[in-house]
């Protein structure tokens, strides 16, 4: 599906959702059936093409990048979903803060912007998420950096151990209930069982 914008994805190094994570969370999607759903991590529209597919949902997708934002513009348009997707150009914690200020809820979280801010954000997915409503982490062992007890090359520790943070983070909240999935690059999803 959507092969030709995973095919500009590839040519241009631009880095989407794989097979099999793809896989699950259009199952996800469609099982929860959610009205709401954001997306932190727009690119060129490709997993927001998915959710949309997936579910009947309206799409709010951030994207700090503007070319990328403009290339998504046009691909939603393409497919004629642009009157159920919303693109914000910005910083997702700007956006983040402001929904959360603003009582905006949604019911499905799929989270896939930068991948050191995930612990940043999860305080503020909290409360903009409805009672039940799921976050879909990708990327959360970060080419199995995450998991591994070998030194973490100096590039990549701040990132790794934000990560590591995020996992901690679900894993004692009591706000979250959480299952870390061994698919692909890794998949968090936390169900939000109670307020903060
Ligand atoms: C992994 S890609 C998203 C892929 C997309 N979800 C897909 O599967 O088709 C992550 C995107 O997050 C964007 N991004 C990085 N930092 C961001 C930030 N602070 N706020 C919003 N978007 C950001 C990047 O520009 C990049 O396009």
């Not at 949309?52 to 070319?67: G, M, P, R, V």
């Not at 050191?116 to 199995?144: C, E, S, T, W």
């Not at 299952?179 to 890794?186: A, P, S």
């Given at each position: 599906?959507?092969?030709?914008?995973?095919?500009?994805?590839?040519?241009?190094?631009?880095?989407?959702?794989?097979?099999?994570?793809?896989?699950?969370?259009?199952?996800?999607?469609?099982?929860?059936?959610?009205?709401?759903?954001?997306?932190?991590?727009?690119?060129?529209?490709?997993?927001?093409?998915?959710?949309?597919?997936?579910?009947?949902?309206?799409?709010?997708?951030?994207?700090?990048?503007?070319?990328?934002?403009?290339?998504?513009?046009?691909?939603?348009?393409?497919?004629?979903?642009?009157?159920?997707?919303?693109?914000?150009?910005?910083?997702?914690?700007?956006?983040?803060?402001?929904?959360?200020?603003?009582?905006?809820?949604?019911?499905?979280?799929?989270?896939?912007?930068?991948?050191?801010?995930?612990?940043?954000?999860?305080?503020?997915?909290?409360?903009?998420?409805?009672?039940?409503?799921?976050?879909?982490?990708?990327?959360?062992?970060?080419?199995?950096?995450?998991?591994?007890?070998?030194?973490?090359?100096?590039?990549?520790?701040?990132?790794?151990?934000?990560?590591?943070?995020?996992l901690?983070l679900l894993e004692?909240s009591?706000?979250?209930?959480s299952?870390?999935?061994?698919?692909?690059?890794?998949?968090?999803?936390s169900?939000?069982?109670?307020?903060?």
């Amino acid at each position: 599906m959507f092969e030709e914008i995973e095919k500009y994805a590839q040519e241009n190094f631009i880095p989407i959702i794989r097979p099999l994570s793809r896989q699950l969370l259009c199952e996800q999607v469609k099982n929860l059936n959610p009205k709401k759903i954001l997306e932190i991590g727009t690119a060129i529209g490709f997993s927001g093409l998915l959710l949309l597919k997936s579910s009947k949902a309206f799409l709010t997708t951030i994207e700090k990048d503007q070319h990328r934002a403009e290339i998504a513009k046009n691909n939603f348009k393409k497919y004629g979903v642009e009157d159920r997707v919303k693109l914000i150009c910005d910083d997702a914690m700007n956006v983040l803060k402001s929904f959360a200020n603003n009582n905006e809820k949604f019911d499905f979280v799929f989270l896939d912007g930068p991948k050191g801010q995930y612990y940043r954000y999860l305080p503020m997915l909290a409360k903009i998420l409805n009672k039940d409503g799921v976050v879909f982490a990708d990327d959360v062992f970060l080419h199995g950096l995450v998991k591994s007890n070998l030194p973490i090359p100096h590039k990549s520790r701040s990132m790794v151990n934000n990560m590591r943070k995020y996992l901690l983070l679900l894993e004692k909240s009591n706000c979250f209930d959480s299952k870390v999935l061994d698919v692909e690059d890794g998949i968090a999803i936390s169900r939000k069982i109670d307020e903060l």
